[in-house]
């Protein structure tokens, strides 16, 4: 069964402005991970943190995590009509858990130029 | 290096078949992830393998879904007497060890069941 629960669904914006995507979670994590994924296919991995981190960045990403509200927050800025895609975000939930992620329902992002 | 392939890109099968899905993990990973992803929906883990202890089975949907990793390195997928509920995207994913927590996925196989 799916953990997580992102919102929005859809989100549609214009290149140029920023991108909010939201994801919330049921049971203790050892770390969420944010994933990209192009038409339907192969997911690639954009940033991880850790459950003691509560902020994150990597280039136009920045990711927060609130572990008191069990949720994550994924903003790209300065979007471009590139960053269209699906966002999912994923949760590992320890060692004892083999390192399976459990996926969010994910985001899908339009970025018109 | 090459990354994650899978075999075949897309099937399209008759419900009741059998089919397989092959699964190349980056040379050198140890561990190894099945999911599956229906139409717009998020990833289901499946099948989990990390060198040669006894795989995890918690997410497969039913006793039709089976997998084996051979040497430690391809995985196969197999599906028995397929029904219309199977169609999906089936993703591997492989990590060079249990501890890396990045999991670095193939293009995946679409499935169709007719």
């Known amino acids: 069964s799916q953990q997580g629960e992102e919102d929005p669904q859809a989100l549609s914006i214009q290149e140029g402005e920023n991108a909010t995507m939201n994801c919330s979670y049921k049971t203790s994590i050892n770390n969420l991970q944010w994933y990209r994924q192009n038409s339907g296919r192969g997911l690639v991995h954009l940033i991880l943190i850790r459950s003691n981190e509560r902020e994150k960045h990597s280039g136009r990403l920045r990711v927060t995590l609130d572990t008191s509200k069990k949720s994550s927050s994924l903003l790209i800025t300065a979007s471009r009509a590139a960053d269209t895609a699906s966002y999912f975000c994923a949760t590992e939930g320890g060692y004892n858990q083999g390192g399976k992620l459990i996926f969010g329902q994910g985001t899908e992002l339009s970025v018109k130029p | 290096g090459a990354g994650v392939s899978q075999s075949p890109s897309n099937k399209v099968t008759e419900k009741g078949k059998d089919v397989e899905l092959r699964c190349d993990p980056i040379?050198?990973?140890?561990?190894l992830y099945w999911y599956r992803q229906s139409l717009g929906q998020g990833l289901e883990f499946l099948i989990y393998?990390?060198?040669?202890?006894?795989?995890?089975k918690s997410g497969l949907p039913s006793d039709r879904f089976s997998a084996e990793r051979t040497g430690g390195s391809v995985s196969t997928l197999t599906i028995q007497r397929t029904q219309q509920e199977d169609s999906a995207v089936y993703l591997c994913?492989?990590?060079?060890?249990?501890?890396?927590?990045?999991?670095?996925f193939g293009p995946g196989t679409r499935l169709l069941v007719l």
């Open positions: 994913a492989s990590s060079p060890t249990r501890r890396v927590e990045t999991q670095y």
């Open positions: 040379s050198g990973h140890t561990a």
């Open positions: 393998f990390q060198g040669n202890s006894a795989p995890d």
